[in-house]
């Protein structure tokens, strides 16, 4: 039977994302590290920092390579460190897939990522008891498996989390700009990271989840250049008052001019 025109494709049916912001992921699902070991989110979720989160599988012949790809290359150009100021976790949600396998795609994000030390903050897991799943369905992420291509069709999105575990924003596609990055890791921080820069920013662009990017917030900008203009008139006026004063002589000769001219009409009076 023909597929109509605004009906998807057989293989991709049920296969999609549900933004559930503010939802808390259960910090008690275990999974399998790169090393063989049990780890539970909650290891992650308990070093105040915001988390990167991607559901892929290592096997993938394209797309998670360069979901991933994209994360590494956006993480290149901000000033976090997994480890130090954020954590990264990777999770396959394929459950054929083992711990040797996370092990190889670990190193071979680190070798990409060239940042000393990053590798105590990026983790690599696969699933242990269907957990991945169950960390799927919290998040929103569908994905299902293809007989005819022997793949598994999935959404292509990166996902941050407050230091706490809870969806703060999903970033989608492939290629994550250092603003949307940037913007979102201090955004879901609550402020433990971020410059002043970054504070600006945040309330200059705004988040857009049909484009899952961030856009500038027109009313914001223009509130933002009212306070930039009446700053800028106000270090004008500023040097412009501490020239004057100079080109008298200085603000403390002057008043001593006005105090010593003062003086000598009082001792008059008072005679």
């Known amino acids: 039977m023909p597929v109509r025109p605004d009906e998807k494709p057989p293989e991709i049916q049920n296969v999609g994302l549900d ?9 008690n699902l275990t999974f399998i590290d790169e090393t063989g070991q049990t780890v539970a989110l909650k290891e992650y979720f308990s070093k105040g920092r915001p988390v990167v989160l991607n559901l892929v599988y290592y096997s993938c012949p394209m797309l998670c390579g360069m979901v991933l790809q994209g994360v590494v290359s956006s993480l290149k150009k901000v000033p976090y460190t997994p480890g130090q100021e954020i954590e990264v976790v990777t999770i396959s949600f394929d459950p054929k897939e083992d711990a040797t396998l996370a092990a190889s795609k670990k190193t071979s994000i680190m070798q990409d990522y060239g940042r000393p030390g990053a590798e105590k903050g990026w983790h690599v897991l696969v699933d242990k008891d269907g957990n991945a799943k169950k960390l799927a369905d919290q998040v929103g992420f569908r994905f299902k498996w293809d007989d005819e291509t022997k793949q598994f069709a999935h959404p292509s999105v990166t996902m941050i989390l407050t230091p706490e575990g809870r969806m703060s924003r999903y970033l989608g596609g492939i290629d994550y700009s250092q603003r949307d990055m940037r913007l979102a890791l201090a955004e879901a921080s609550q402020g433990k990271i971020g410059t002043i820069s970054d504070r600006f920013m945040l309330y200059c662009y705004k988040y857009d989840p049909s484009s899952r990017s961030y856009v500038m917030a027109a009313t ?3 509130k933002a250049g009212g306070v930039l203009i009446m700053l ?5 006026l500023f040097f412009f008052w501490r020239r004057e004063f100079r080109g008298r002589g200085g603000s403390r ?3 001593e001019e006005e105090a010593s001219s003062v003086e000598p009409n009082i001792k008059e009076q008072s005679l």
């Open 220 to 222: 914001n900008t223009m």
């Open 253 to 255: 000769n002057v008043w």
């Open 232 to 236: 800028s008139l106000g270090l004008m």
């Open 19 to 27: 933004e559930k912001l503010n939802t808390q992921v259960d910090p």
